[in-house]
Protein backbone atom coordinates (compact mmCIF):
# COMPACT_ATOMS: atom_id res chain seq x y z
CA UNK A 1 0.00 0.00 0.00
CA UNK A 2 0.74 3.54 -0.60
CA UNK A 3 1.84 6.42 2.27
CA UNK A 4 -1.80 7.77 1.92
CA UNK A 5 -3.36 4.22 1.97
CA UNK A 6 -1.61 3.86 5.03
CA UNK A 7 -2.40 6.96 6.40
CA UNK A 8 -5.75 6.82 5.71
CA UNK A 9 -6.31 3.58 7.67
CA UNK A 10 -4.89 4.90 10.19
CA UNK A 11 -7.04 8.01 10.30
CA UNK A 12 -10.04 5.52 10.13
CA UNK A 13 -8.50 3.40 13.15
CA UNK A 14 -8.69 7.44 15.06
CA UNK A 15 -12.14 8.01 13.77
CA UNK A 16 -13.34 5.01 15.41
CA UNK A 17 -11.56 5.94 19.31
CA UNK A 18 -12.96 9.19 18.68
CA UNK A 19 -16.42 8.02 18.55
CA UNK A 20 -16.02 4.83 20.71
CA UNK A 21 -17.24 2.83 18.01
CA UNK A 22 -16.37 0.60 14.65
CA UNK A 23 -14.03 -2.66 14.14
CA UNK A 24 -11.33 -0.41 12.03
CA UNK A 25 -8.66 -1.87 14.19
CA UNK A 26 -9.53 -5.88 14.66
CA UNK A 27 -10.65 -5.65 11.03
CA UNK A 28 -6.98 -4.78 9.62
CA UNK A 29 -4.71 -6.23 12.48
CA UNK A 30 -2.09 -8.78 10.74
CA UNK A 31 -2.51 -12.45 12.61
CA UNK A 32 1.10 -11.78 14.22
CA UNK A 33 0.41 -8.16 15.26
CA UNK A 34 2.90 -6.99 17.76
CA UNK A 35 2.17 -3.74 20.10
CA UNK A 36 4.81 -2.23 21.87
CA UNK A 37 4.64 -0.51 25.16
CA UNK A 38 7.58 1.17 25.51
CA UNK A 39 9.46 2.39 28.70
CA UNK A 40 10.20 1.01 31.70
CA UNK A 41 7.05 0.46 34.16
CA UNK A 42 4.46 -2.13 34.76
CA UNK A 43 2.77 -1.81 31.56
CA UNK A 44 5.76 -1.63 29.07
CA UNK A 45 6.55 -4.86 27.03
CA UNK A 46 5.59 -6.41 23.78
CA UNK A 47 2.07 -7.47 23.44
CA UNK A 48 2.23 -10.30 20.67
CA UNK A 49 -0.76 -11.14 18.25
CA UNK A 50 -4.87 -10.54 18.53
CA UNK A 51 -5.57 -12.13 21.72
CA UNK A 52 -2.85 -10.60 23.66
CA UNK A 53 -3.37 -6.58 22.37
CA UNK A 54 -7.52 -7.30 22.57
CA UNK A 55 -7.81 -9.05 25.80
CA UNK A 56 -4.43 -8.49 27.34
CA UNK A 57 -3.69 -4.49 27.25
CA UNK A 58 -6.49 -3.17 25.61
CA UNK A 59 -9.01 -5.47 27.78
CA UNK A 60 -7.93 -4.61 31.25
CA UNK A 61 -7.37 -0.77 29.79
CA UNK A 62 -11.50 -1.41 28.85
CA UNK A 63 -11.76 -2.97 32.83
CA UNK A 64 -10.77 0.36 34.15
CA UNK A 65 -12.77 3.25 32.11
CA UNK A 66 -16.00 3.86 32.86
CA UNK A 67 -17.10 4.31 29.09
CA UNK A 68 -15.57 0.66 28.56
CA UNK A 69 -13.93 1.67 25.45
CA UNK A 70 -10.81 3.96 25.14
CA UNK A 71 -11.11 7.71 23.35
CA UNK A 72 -8.20 8.80 21.33
CA UNK A 73 -8.34 12.13 19.74
CA UNK A 74 -5.64 12.35 17.12
CA UNK A 75 -4.20 15.88 15.71
CA UNK A 76 -1.14 14.87 13.51
CA UNK A 77 -0.52 12.45 11.35
CA UNK A 78 3.10 11.58 8.92
CA UNK A 79 3.07 8.86 6.70
CA UNK A 80 5.65 7.90 4.66
CA UNK A 81 6.25 4.05 3.62
CA UNK A 82 5.15 1.65 5.89
CA UNK A 83 5.32 4.02 8.72
CA UNK A 84 2.32 6.50 10.10
CA UNK A 85 3.69 8.27 12.99
CA UNK A 86 0.61 10.10 15.24
CA UNK A 87 0.40 12.51 17.69
CA UNK A 88 -2.55 11.67 20.07
CA UNK A 89 -4.31 12.34 23.62
CA UNK A 90 -6.46 10.76 25.58
CA UNK A 91 -10.16 11.54 26.76
CA UNK A 92 -11.50 9.37 29.09
CA UNK A 93 -12.47 9.01 32.82
CA UNK A 94 -11.89 5.96 34.46
CA UNK A 95 -14.24 4.01 36.45
CA UNK A 96 -13.30 5.63 40.24
CA UNK A 97 -14.26 8.93 38.35
CA UNK A 98 -10.61 9.84 37.64
CA UNK A 99 -9.80 12.13 34.21
CA UNK A 100 -7.14 10.01 31.94
CA UNK A 101 -6.10 12.15 29.20
CA UNK A 102 -2.67 10.68 28.23
CA UNK A 103 -0.46 12.16 25.40
CA UNK A 104 0.89 9.77 22.59
CA UNK A 105 3.25 9.37 19.94
CA UNK A 106 2.21 6.19 18.35
CA UNK A 107 4.54 4.82 15.61
CA UNK A 108 2.04 2.49 13.28
CA UNK A 109 3.76 -0.16 10.60
CA UNK A 110 1.99 -1.03 8.06
CA UNK A 111 2.71 -4.26 5.77
CA UNK A 112 0.51 -5.35 3.20
CA UNK A 113 -2.72 -3.54 4.02
CA UNK A 114 -2.86 -4.97 7.67
CA UNK A 115 -1.48 -3.37 10.89
CA UNK A 116 1.60 -5.16 11.69
CA UNK A 117 3.09 -3.24 14.56
CA UNK A 118 2.44 -0.56 16.52
CA UNK A 119 4.91 1.33 19.03
CA UNK A 120 3.17 3.58 21.93
CA UNK A 121 5.51 6.40 23.82
CA UNK A 122 3.56 8.02 26.53
CA UNK A 123 3.30 9.63 29.77
CA UNK A 124 4.03 6.46 32.41
CA UNK A 125 3.94 8.19 35.35
CA UNK A 126 0.77 9.43 34.20
CA UNK A 127 -0.23 5.30 33.60
CA UNK A 128 0.47 4.35 36.71
CA UNK A 129 -0.70 7.09 38.72
CA UNK A 130 -4.45 6.96 37.27
CA UNK A 131 -4.45 3.24 36.19
CA UNK A 132 -2.16 1.62 38.43
CA UNK A 133 -0.13 -1.26 37.60
CA UNK A 134 -0.26 -3.83 35.17
CA UNK A 135 -1.00 -7.13 36.33
CA UNK A 136 1.33 -9.40 35.29
CA UNK A 137 -1.64 -12.03 35.01
CA UNK A 138 -2.96 -10.49 32.75
CA UNK A 139 0.47 -10.12 30.14
CA UNK A 140 1.11 -14.21 31.12
CA UNK A 141 -2.74 -15.02 30.35
CA UNK A 142 -2.35 -13.30 27.16
CA UNK A 143 1.04 -14.56 25.73
Known sequence: MSAAANKKLVQQVYT??????GTTF????????????TGQYSWS???RGREAI????MGHLR?????????TLAF????????V???ARGDNITKSGERYDNQYCMVWRIENGKIKEIKEYCDSALVERVLGKFPQERKVAAA
Open 16 to 21: DSANRS
Open 26 to 37: LDNIAEDVTWVV
Open 45 to 47: GEF
Open 54 to 57: NNGL
Open 63 to 71: SLLASGRPR
Open 76 to 83: NFVAEGDY
Open 85 to 87: IVE
